[in-house]
């Protein structure tokens, strides 16, 4: 697979990370996820624009990023993914620095990498809907950066999958924050709500992208704190994300959602969704 390494394009296996690059020693980098439909990178700018946010946050200087949507193209290209549904993952670390020291020098030379993968539609999801689980949030406070530091993700999947479930979707004190790889929302009453954005959940692009669309359908939106206890009260769930889309929940934490199946909203709003990609 070509994939592209700090300033050029190479073969995958030719690839060499150095043991002191920041992103190994220290999670310190970023990356972002982005859906390739036959012909077009779906919401590339607000990605992009997400990325840029996240370096500014940690102050990591990387000044090409106007660059990537060329080099996305070109990977697509080299990889004969033009006609496939794909993913674009992006990886940009505050770069190598010797030796090991949490603090860091400002002349560090970031290490960007870029792939491009075929990711089929999950249409068995998205049709029949999925079960997920709920757990203590147990992340730090800037959960709206997209950090390559994800071990409570992972920990959190892992049991998701031990257990047959699709997702896990947090809570902290009560308050749900969102999944593991995904927003969540809810509805009642035709009303969609999701959490509100702040520090403790990622600012999801699909999340964007789903509350306009609902805007532009006349369906009514609220994001607002959703609490543990409130659950019971929703009709539909349904969790949003660049892989997933819109993907019906119908249990949760062995709570039937509804009736069981995917609701009309979440089916309307999914086939919808789809027109715009
Ligand atoms: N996950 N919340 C978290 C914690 C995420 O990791 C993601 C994305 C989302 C949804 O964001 P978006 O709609 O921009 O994809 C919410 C990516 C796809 C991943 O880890 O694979």
Redesign the pocket.
């Known amino acids: 697979m070509q994939v592209f390494f700090n300033n050029e394009f190479v073969e995958d296996d030719k690839v060499h990370i150095s043991p002191f690059d920041r992103g190994f020693q220290f999670a310190d980098g970023i990356y972002e ?1 982005i859906r390739y439909y036959p012909r077009n990178f779906f919401e590339l700018d607000a ?1 992009l624009k ?1 990325l840029k946010y996240g370096l500014t946050e940690l102050g990591i200087t990387f000044s090409n990023v106007e660059s990537i949507e060329a080099i996305l193209a070109e990977l697509i290209s080299r990889n004969n993914l033009s006609d496939k549904t794909a993913i674009a993952y992006i990886q940009i670390t505050r770069g190598t620095q010797r030796p090991r020291k949490h603090s860091y020098n400002n002349e560090v030379v970031p290490t960007f990498f870029a792939y491009v993968e075929e990711l089929p539609i999950n249409y068995d999801a998205m049709n029949n809907g999925v079960k997920i689980g709920i757990e203590q949030d147990i992340r730090w406070h800037r ?1 709206d950066i ?1 950090t390559i530091a994800l071990l409570p ?1 992972v920990l959190s999947k892992q049991r998701a999958v031990q257990k047959n479930l699709f997702e896990i979707i947090w809570h902290r004190d009560g308050v749900i924050t ?6 969540v929302a809810f509805i009642k009453d035709d009303v969609v709500y999701t959490p509100l954005l702040n520090n403790l ?2 600012p ?4 964007q992208t789903v509350l306009r669309l609902c805007r532009s359908l006349g369906i009514q939106t609220s994001e607002r704190e959703i609490h543990l206890d409130e659950l019971k009260n929703f009709n539909e769930i349904f969790l ?4 997933a889309e819109i993907t019906p929940v119908v249990e949760i934490h062995g709570a039937i959602v509804g009736k069981g199946v995917p609701g009309k909203v979440s089916k309307y709003l999914q086939k919808q969704f789809q027109k715009l990609h």
């Open positions: 996820v990605h997400r959960c997209k993700n969102e999944g593991v790889q995904t927003n959940i990622l999801g692009i699909t999340r949003m994300s660049t892989t």
